[in-house]
């Protein structure tokens, strides 16, 4: 690990003025902020990223880590550690996708450190950008290549990726929270603004070296899930390599408002899949007003696949996606069906 | 005769040199960074099984390096040192965490419990680490403290009821020697002893 310089904010003001240059998620931004540290400090060793500073928002973490279930919906403060919102009996009961996409995201260990904040802004896992061996990585070094396309790419995405990087992003919180219309409060140098989480991820579009929408010195401060029928039956399934404390090879987020046997309302999203978080709304269009059976779930997953890219090791994925969404699908009708869980 | 250990001869008989380092300190664990000039180097208050530490330390230093390489408690376990295996597990204020991944200046006033501090006063094992031996929990022995940390928690946190929540949560500690079964068995052992204590 290279040397760096350990700051520690007092409080947010300190924090946003400290983190001035963080840029927006390049490997040599000159400064990181420091949560629960299980991505930055396990990126920081292998040099990855090589920041000069390092601002520790430790002690920002009693006034950030509320949990309020309200007739408006759910707000997270960005500092509250995972397996506090997952073990949390309201989000359990009235958010339960949200309560499963992070109890199946980490060991417990990591859980307990991990900040939701934290969690949203993950890197990938793709082994090219991993190991700085490797000198092709468009993400690590603009303008190096991709060295997965033709590369070992069993775990690498089908969707949202481009001829520059086909890295996956490997979260399983945020694939819950796009499907439910989740918005982030966001506190910088220019001051308060939200955002809807579907535009905190850029696509790869040539540029996978930026990936956020965040302003240099701009933190994730809330996380807000609006109130909506559907919250309530909504299922996070996940499909890995071994049971337990592994990444997805495919994941689906389901939620659903039933009218009788009809879909009403639908909120679908894919995990272990897409270059970023990825809402499957297209697919959502085709099962309003129809009967949920196996055969529109069906319709349903052949319409989120569409346009899947595939490089080889992961022609697999959008047969596994497919079927993994129809899962999701009827797992979450019959959670419906046995009426609303109180 | 003067009995040389294994750690002693792998350090060349400088082992334990490195605890002039520490000293007592009487205040409350301090809430800010007490800072060199070039913020490369924090002097770091830990309490490390309820005893005070205060260290001058590089920013890189982790928590588990801090404990066996400043310390010389060795017990905690370095495997991967990339927050996979769970060999390096303690507990901070409480929680289960990962020592790998925690930097020593960012644990700053905080209560670390290692392996070596659960034992009473008079040598008597914690009920995990007798369930642990009388189990056969481990082969090798290199996860075991990481596991028992786990284990611990696994059962003060409730996650003991049934044999796929113990599996679940003990997921982030590796076992080469493949002794999951038995460490099932010893958290179960353990888990009636610890409630009645």
Same mark, same amino acid.
């Given at each position: 690990?290279?040397?760096?310089?350990?700051?520690?904010?007092?409080?947010?003001?300190?924090?946003?003025?400290?983190?001035?240059?963080?840029?927006?998620?390049?490997?040599?931004?000159?400064?990181?902020?420091?949560?629960?540290?299980?991505?930055?400090?396990?990126?920081?060793?292998?040099?990855?990223?090589?920041?000069?500073?390092?601002?520790?928002?430790?002690?920002?973490?009693?006034?950030?880590?509320?949990?309020?279930?309200?007739?408006?919906?759910?707000?997270?403060?960005?500092?509250?550690?995972?397996?506090?919102?997952?073990?949390?009996?309201?989000?359990?009961?009235?958010?339960?996708?949200?309560?499963?996409?992070?109890?199946?995201?980490?060991?417990?260990? =990591?859980?307990?450190?991990?900040?939701?904040?934290?969690?949203?802004?993950?890197?990938?896992?793709?082994?090219?950008?991993?190991?700085?061996?490797?000198?092709?990585?468009?993400?690590?070094?603009?303008?190096?290549?991709?060295?997965? =396309?033709?590369?070992?790419?069993?775990?690498?995405?089908?969707?949202?990726?481009?001829?520059?990087? =086909?890295?996956?992003?490997?979260?399983?919180?945020?694939?819950?929270?796009?499907?439910?219309?989740?918005?982030?409060?966001?506190?910088?140098?220019?001051?308060?603004?939200?955002?809807?989480?579907?535009?905190?991820?850029?696509?790869?579009?040539?540029?996978?070296? =930026?990936?956020?929408?965040?302003?240099?010195?701009?933190?994730?401060?809330?996380?807000?899930?609006?109130?909506?029928?559907?919250?309530?039956?909504?299922? @996070?399934?996940?499909?890995?390599?071994?049971?337990? @404390?592994?990444?997805?090879?495919?994941?689906?987020?389901?939620?659903?408002?039933?009218?009788?046997?009809?879909?009403?309302?639908?909120?679908?999203?894919?995990?272990?899949?897409?270059?970023?978080?990825?809402?499957?709304?297209?697919?959502?269009?085709?099962?309003?007003?129809?009967?949920?059976?196996?055969?529109?779930?069906?319709?349903?997953?052949?319409?989120?696949?569409?346009?899947?890219?595939?490089?080889? @090791?992961?022609?697999?994925?959008?047969?596994?996606?497919?079927?993994?969404?129809?899962?999701?699908?009827?797992?979450?009708?019959?959670?419906?069906?046995?009426?609303?869980?109180? | 005769?003067?009995?040389?250990?294994?750690?002693?001869?792998?350090?060349?008989?400088?082992?334990?040199?490195?605890?002039?380092?520490?000293?007592?300190?009487?205040?409350?664990?301090?809430?800010?960074q007490e800072?060199q000039?070039?913020?490369?180097t924090t002097q770091v208050k +830990?309490?490390?099984?309820?005893?005070?530490?205060e260290l001058a330390l590089?920013?890189?230093?982790?928590?588990?390096?801090?404990?066996?390489?400043?310390?010389? +408690?060795?017990?905690?376990?370095?495997?991967?040192?990339?927050?996979?295996?769970?060999?390096?597990?303690?507990?901070?204020?409480?929680?289960?965490?990962?020592?790998?991944?925690?930097?020593?200046?960012?644990?700053?006033?905080?209560?670390?419990?290692?392996?070596?501090?659960?034992?009473?006063?008079?040598?008597? +094992?914690?009920?995990?680490?007798?369930?642990?031996?009388?189990?056969?929990?481990?082969?090798?022995?290199?996860?075991?403290?990481?596991?028992?940390?786990?284990?611990?928690?696994?059962?003060?946190?409730?996650?003991?009821?049934?044999?796929?929540?113990?599996?679940? !949560?003990?997921?982030?500690?590796?076992?080469?020697?493949?002794? !999951?079964?038995?460490?099932?068995?010893?958290?179960?052992?353990?888990?009636?002893?610890?409630?009645?204590?």
């Amino acid at each position: 690990m290279r040397p760096f310089a350990f700051e520690t904010a007092g409080n947010l003001t300190q924090a946003i003025r400290l983190g001035a240059d963080t840029g927006q998620g390049q490997t040599d931004a000159n400064t990181q902020f420091l949560a629960g540290g299980t991505t930055l400090v396990d990126l920081m060793r292998l040099d990855v990223l090589r920041p000069h500073r390092v601002v520790n928002l430790g002690a920002l973490r009693r006034s950030m880590d509320e949990i309020q279930v309200g007739a408006d919906g759910l707000a997270l403060g960005a500092l509250c550690r995972m397996s506090a919102v997952a073990d949390h009996p309201d989000v359990v009961k009235l958010y339960p996708m949200v309560a499963q996409s992070l109890q199946a995201a980490a060991s417990a260990q =990591i859980r307990n450190m991990a900040t939701v904040g934290g969690n949203l802004l993950q890197r990938t896992r793709c082994p090219y950008f991993r190991d700085t061996r490797w000198s092709s990585c468009n993400k690590r070094i603009p303008g190096s290549g991709c060295a997965a =396309i033709a590369g070992f790419n069993r775990n690498h995405a089908v969707l949202g990726v481009d001829q520059t990087c =086909i890295a996956q992003y490997p979260g399983d919180f945020a694939t819950a929270l796009i499907a439910l219309d989740a918005q982030l409060e966001l506190h910088g140098p220019q001051g308060v603004r939200r955002i809807p989480l579907a535009q905190l991820h850029r696509p790869a579009d040539g540029k996978p070296h =930026i990936e956020t929408t965040l302003n240099s010195g701009e933190l994730v401060t809330q996380i807000f899930v609006p109130a909506g029928e559907w919250n309530r039956c909504s299922v @996070y399934v996940k499909v890995r390599d071994r049971a337990s @404390y592994e990444f997805a090879i495919a994941s689906a987020a389901v939620a659903l408002a039933m009218q009788g046997d009809r879909v009403r309302e639908a909120r679908l999203a894919l995990g272990g899949m897409a270059y970023r978080p990825w809402r499957a709304a297209e697919a959502e269009a085709v099962l309003i007003g129809k009967a949920l059976n196996e055969d529109t779930a069906q319709a349903a997953a052949d319409e989120a696949l569409k346009g899947a890219q595939t490089h080889g @090791y992961n022609d697999y994925k959008p047969e596994l996606a497919r079927r993994t969404l129809v899962r999701a699908l009827l797992e979450a009708k019959a959670l419906s069906s046995q009426g609303a869980p109180s | 005769v003067t009995r040389i250990t294994r750690r002693e001869a792998i350090t060349g008989g400088v082992a334990f040199a490195g605890l002039g380092t520490q000293s007592l300190f009487g205040k409350e664990p301090v809430s800010r960074q007490e800072w060199q000039d070039d913020k490369t180097t924090t002097q770091v208050k +830990l309490v490390v099984n309820g005893k005070n530490t205060e260290l001058a330390l590089d920013s890189r230093v982790s928590v588990l390096d801090v404990l066996r390489d400043h310390l010389h +408690l060795t017990g905690t376990k370095k495997g991967c040192d990339q927050g996979q295996c769970g060999a390096c597990t303690i507990h901070i204020d409480g929680e289960l965490v990962l020592s790998c991944l925690t930097l020593a200046a960012a644990a700053q006033g905080k209560h670390i419990d290692t392996i070596e501090g659960l034992a009473g006063g008079d040598g008597a +094992l914690h009920p995990m680490q007798q369930a642990f031996i009388e189990q056969d929990a481990f082969q090798c022995g290199y996860c075991t403290p990481g596991q028992i940390m786990s284990a611990i928690a696994c059962v003060k946190e409730g996650h003991a009821n049934t044999d796929p929540d113990i599996q679940e !949560y003990m997921s982030g500690n590796l076992c080469r020697c493949a002794a !999951y079964p038995k460490i099932v068995a010893a958290i179960k052992q353990a888990r009636e002893r610890m409630s009645r204590t």
